[in-house]
Nanobody, 127 residues
Framework: VQLQASGGGLVQAGGSLTLSCAAS????????????MEWYRQAPGKRRELVAG???????NYAESVKGRFTISKNDARNTVYLQMNSLKLEDTADYYC??????????????????WGRGTQVTVSS
């Protein structure tokens, strides 16, 4: 499975960015639905940390540091997961990575477990 992340950039503190991660391909055929996906981030000199995860619009989780500011969502028709980031802070500066844990292939009633990572997209928040 290929994950294509995009949307990073340079933004002033207090601003907003929306990251996207589109899933495609895979040995099982055509992806019908993303069942579980997360966004992680890694700042220079720090460990990679979980930012947010989503199974459905009512089943999401967030790191304490981003609660109330970030929103994760997905579009099953586009096999894409989004991370809306508002009120950005200097400490949000990092490379952001999407990670897919489970997907459904068309024709299958069971999710496929993955460990697929997208290439990072850089987010830089300036003062």
């Amino acid at each position: 499975v290929q994950l294509q992340a995009s949307g990073g950039g340079l933004v002033q503190a207090g601003g907003s960015l929306t990251l996207s991660c589109a899933a495609s391909g895979g040995p099982g055929g055509t992806i019908s639905k993303i069942n579980l996906m997360e966004w992680y981030r890694q700042a220079p000199g720090k460990r990679r940390e979980l930012v947010a995860g989503i199974r459905s619009d009512i089943n999401t989780n967030y790191a304490e540091s981003v609660k109330g500011r970030f929103t994760i969502s997905k579009n099953d028709a586009r096999n894409t997961v989004y991370l809306q980031m508002n009120s950005l802070k200097l400490e949000d500066t990092a490379d952001y990575y999407c990670h897919a844990d489970e997907i459904y292939y068309k024709g299958s009633n069971y999710p496929e477990t993955l460990d697929a990572w997208g290439r990072g997209t850089q987010v830089t928040v300036s003062s």
